[in-house]
């Protein structure tokens, strides 16, 4: 069963950037579209950027600009540049394919950004 661990995040002042990382245990298969997600406290889990395995990206608008999601499929990760980032950015952040899903959720990363 694959697993899925996230790793990057921090805390960074507003306007700041951070790096996350999802590697997978095992082989997410070119195939699957991976996607990031995030969750800010109280508020639902929302997909934030999505990956084919052809490479074509698409965002949420809220992240459109300044967040560029990658993959590697070679080594089985997930990348999310995010630059610029907002207080309201601030979340757990988790890796998956889009819906459905078909991996069991990791731990996530948390990214706090302060104004």
């Known amino acids: 069963q694959v697993q899925l661990v996230e790793s990057g995040g921090g805390l960074v002042q507003a306007g700041g950037a951070l790096r996350l990382s999802c590697a997978a245990s095992?082989?997410?298969?070119?195939?699957?579209?991976m996607a990031w997600y995030r969750q800010a406290p109280g508020n639902q889990r929302e997909l934030v950027a999505g990956?084919?395995?052809?490479?074509?990206?698409n965002y949420v608008d809220a992240v459109k600009g300044r967040f560029t999601i990658s993959r590697d499929n070679a080594k089985n990760t997930v990348y999310l540049q995010m630059n610029s980032l907002k207080p309201e950015d601030t979340a757990v952040y988790y890796c998956?394919?889009?819906?459905?899903?078909?991996?069991?959720w990791g731990q996530g990363t948390q990214v706090t950004v302060s104004s």
């Open positions: 990956i084919t395995s052809g490479g074509r990206t």
């Open positions: 095992g082989n997410i298969r070119s195939s699957n579209t």
């Open positions: 998956n394919t889009i819906l459905p899903l078909k991996y069991a």
